[in-house]
Nanobody
Framework: QVQLVESGGGLVQAGGSLRLSCAAS????????VGWFRQAPGMERVFVGG???????YYADSVQGRFTISRDNAKNTVYLQMTSLKPEDTAVYYC????????????????WGQGTQVTVSS
């Protein structure tokens, strides 16, 4: 099993940047695909991007070119760097871990963090 804790959320103006962290304990991240999701009020939780076991990344079209996922193996932490933020990026952001290859849906992930709020003001 792996336990996940997100941090780094907050309030930022449109056009700004924010970096979220997802720290893992219990098992190393290198054993899992790691995904980022977000959930706006009243909406479903949707896929943002993922980091494959081999270290490559894949993103939703809505964030492609603006968001970047990276991993620090020494800290057992995965990051979501968000740039050119828009008000529509406002949501609770979750990291998740899966044993599957390149999953994009909630049901394909096995472990979840508690989420961190990101609010982008216009």
């Amino acid at each position: 099993q792996v336990q996940l804790v997100e941090s780094g959320g907050g309030l930022v103006q449109a056009g700004g940047s924010l970096r979220l962290s997802c720290a893992a304990s219990g098992r190393t991240f290198s054993s899992y695909t790691v995904g980022w999701f977000r959930q706006a009020p009243g909406m479903e939780r949707v896929f943002v991007g993922g980091l494959r076991l081999i270290g490559t990344t894949y993103y939703a079209d809505s964030v492609q070119g603006r968001f970047t996922i990276s991993r620090d193996n020494a800290k057992n932490t995965v990051y979501l760097q968000m740039t050119s933020l828009k008000p529509e990026d406002t949501a609770v952001y979750y990291c998740a871990a899966a044993t599957k290859v390149a999953p994009r849906t909630v049901s394909q992930y096995d472990y979840w963090g508690q989420g961190t709020q990101v609010t982008v003001s216009s």
